[in-house]
Every structure is written in C-alpha cells, then in structure tokens.
C-alpha cells in the first residue's frame, strides 16, 4: 500500500461523532491525552495516539451531551485495504448493503460505505495517491 500523508496512521480507524466538534477534540486531547493531526474545515479531526488514529466527526445535534437526531451515524469504522474495488465486488456479491459506492477523492483514498446485518458502517479506503493536505483543503496541526 502506498503512504498518503491526508490519512491518518492505521489499518482500522474509528470514527466518532460529535455534536460539537471543537469541544470533542479539546476533551480528547486534554482527557485522553490524543493530538490533533489535521483538521478539515469544521466537520473532521484527525487525531493520533501513539501509533492509533481516531477520526472525529461532527454530527448534526447541538451538544456532545444530547443524544444525535433519529438518522445521525454516531460511529463507523474505516478499514484500509490494498484493492477497494475487488473488495467491493466480493462485498457486494455477498448482499451486503452497500451505502455509497467506490469513488476516489481529492485527498488520495479511493473508497466504498457499506452496512453490515447489525447496522453498523463501514468504509474501505485504498490510498491511490500521496497527497499533501493542504492541497484539498485539509489543515495539520502541530507536528508528525
């Protein structure tokens, strides 16, 4: 697999959302001790843990302490493979639902959502590229 420095470090990678972003990742970072690696515009923060990432989402609900709207994804997985698309076909063929098909990104992930039978999601990324974050958007915070 190729190294893409917009993706952070990781085989599996949680993501979690947040009513309010900038308070999750203040409390994520001063209570758990994570630091922020990028942040893309006001709705996702990359954050690293030793050589563990965490992505933080924000969710559509005004607070963290509030449960999300009725529809609101509150967590997801994102799993990086070597072959989106053959993963795909072979996900597919087996009737999984399939939520968003593959589709490559300005940030160098090609990558697909599907839902598994308890309704969790997940989305497989293949990077197809090393693309600087400041190139699409996204902006580092601190330092590698």
């Not at 994102?78 to 996900?91: C, G, K, Q, S, T």
């Not at 593959?102 to 990558?111: C, D, S």
């Amino acid at each position: 697999m190729i190294a893409n420095r917009s993706m952070p470090p990781g085989t599996i990678i949680p993501e979690l959302a947040y009513g309010d972003l900038d308070d999750a990742v203040a409390w994520l970072v001063e209570t758990f001790g994570f630091r922020e690696r990028l942040r893309i515009g006001n709705h996702r923060s990359q954050l690293v843990f030793g050589d563990a990432s965490v992505v933080a989402v924000r969710n559509g609900s005004d607070s963290t302490a509030c449960p999300p709207p009725d529809g609101d994804v509150t967590h997801s997985l994102m799993v990086r493979v070597a072959d989106v698309d053959r993963h795909y076909e072979h996900v597919r063929a087996s009737g999984a639902r399939i939520l968003h098909p593959p589709e490559t990104y300005p940030f160098g992930e090609r990558q697909y959502t599907v839902e598994d039978l308890g309704g969790h999601r997940w989305t497989f990324s293949q990077p197809v590229a090393d693309v600087a974050p400041e190139d699409w958007g996204g902006r580092p915070v601190g330092h590698e």
